[in-house]
T-cell receptor, first 111, second 118 residues
Framework: GEDVEQSLFLSVREGDSSVINCTYT??????LYWYKQEPGAGLQLLTY?????DMKQDQRLTVLLNKKDKHLSLRIADTQTGDSAIYFC???????????FGKGTRLHILP | ETGVTQSPTHLIKTRGQQVTLRCSSQ?????VSWYQQALGQGPQFIFQ???????GRGNFPPRFSGLQFPNYSSELNVNALELDDSALYLC?????????????????FGPGTRLTVL
């Protein structure tokens, strides 16, 4: 089946690191994405990782992929109030080019 | 700003009516995908159009249909509206080299149209 799962809520203190986790079921997924959605806005692609990579770093963002366990994580270093949003994990289903999204993790920043 | 616009921003319809939502893609983008995002859920893929032809469809009934035009605009039409059709509808555009080319090509999402069905 096609499923992408992630925890629904995460609270982090400003300045700490946030780690958002995601699992997916389809081992044929070749690309995995992290999107950010702020209130009233569309989806913004933050980063993606190809399935033959273990890690990708882009400024404050680090993506880790464990292909064996089908586990993806997004680490945001030095979390800021502007990082408050819903973060969606998504996987590209290779067989039909369909992107499956998780339900999103709402990141709440504590002062 | 992604360069993708959608209209209208909000829409209220009653059950049984028909609705047309519009999307204007970035110039040069030959592919548009439509998603339905119910409250508290992630976006669900409705269908994709590549060079004005349907190029993949999710688990949505035929009363969801679309059109893509040469001028980088597209439409999502929903007939016989049901209460469960209430959602945020997102379009996303990108350029693909071929019909099976959706990979890292960034999909640029519009802000969405919030449809409420009463």
């Amino acid at each position: 089946g096609e499923d992408v799962e992630q925890s629904l809520f995460l609270s982090v203190r400003e300045g700490d690191s946030s780690v958002i986790n995601c699992t997916y079921t389809d081992s044929s997924s070749t690309y995995l994405y992290w999107y950010k959605q702020e209130p009233g806005a569309g989806l913004q692609l933050l980063t993606y990782i190809f399935s033959n990579m273990d890690m990708k770093q882009d400024q404050r963002l680090t993506v880790l992929l464990n292909k064996k366990d089908k586990h993806l994580s997004l680490r945001i270093a030095d979390t800021q109030t502007g990082d408050s949003a819903i973060y969606f994990c998504a996987a590209l289903m290779n067989r039909d080019d369909k992107i499956i999204f998780g339900k999103g993790t709402r990141l709440h920043i504590l002062p | 700003e992604t360069g993708v616009t959608q209209s209208p921003t909000h829409l209220i319809k009653t059950r049984g009516q028909q609705v047309t939502l519009r999307c204007s893609s970035q110039s040069g983008h030959n592919t548009v995908s439509w998603y339905q995002q119910a409250l508290g859920q992630g976006p669900q893929f409705i269908f994709q159009y590549y060079r004005e032809e349907e190029n993949g469809r999710g688990n949505f009934p035929p009363r969801f249909s679309g059109l893509q035009f040469p001028n980088y605009s597209s439409e999502l039409n929903v007939n016989a509206l049901e209460l469960d059709d209430s959602a945020l509808y997102l379009c996303a555009s990108t350029y693909q080299a071929g019909p099976g080319g959706l990979t890292t090509d960034t999909q640029y999402f519009g802000p969405g149209t919030r449809l409420t069905v009463l």
